[in-house]
């Protein structure tokens, strides 16, 4: 009984995998992007510290701001990346359940059930 159970949860502890897997994923790209940003900010602050000209100090800032918005779409796309694999495996799961569940003996004896009262139904 124990194995048989076992074997009709696994679907919901791969899709509890997933997301764990995914979750973890996302952490690791937000902490590293959060990392990067923080290192990059007291970089730029200490080189606009350091420049003397205006015009060198905005072109500094320009050129961070553009390191800044790069590194953000990259790390959305792959956030986004994750979550679409998530969800692809999800979808998978969840359809190979729901196919294995239509042949089984309790589906079908619920079927034969239904069948006569969608025939009272029409009348």
Known sequence: MYEEMKDKMKP???????NKKTTEKLIALQSQY????????L?????LTETKEPKA???AQV???KDVETKLTEVAEKEMAALSEAKT?????????LSELATTP?????QKFMKPMDLKSKS
């Open 63 to 65: 050129k961070y701001l």
């Open 12 to 18: 919901v502890m791969d899709m509890a995998e997933i």
């Open 57 to 59: 100090a905005l072109e």
């Open 89 to 97: 495996l999800l979808s998978d799961i969840v359809e190979k359940s």
């Open 34 to 41: 959060v990392t990067d940003f923080v290192n990059s900010s």
């Open 43 to 47: 970089t730029q602050m200490k080189t």
């Open 106 to 110: 309790y589906f079908a004896d619920l």
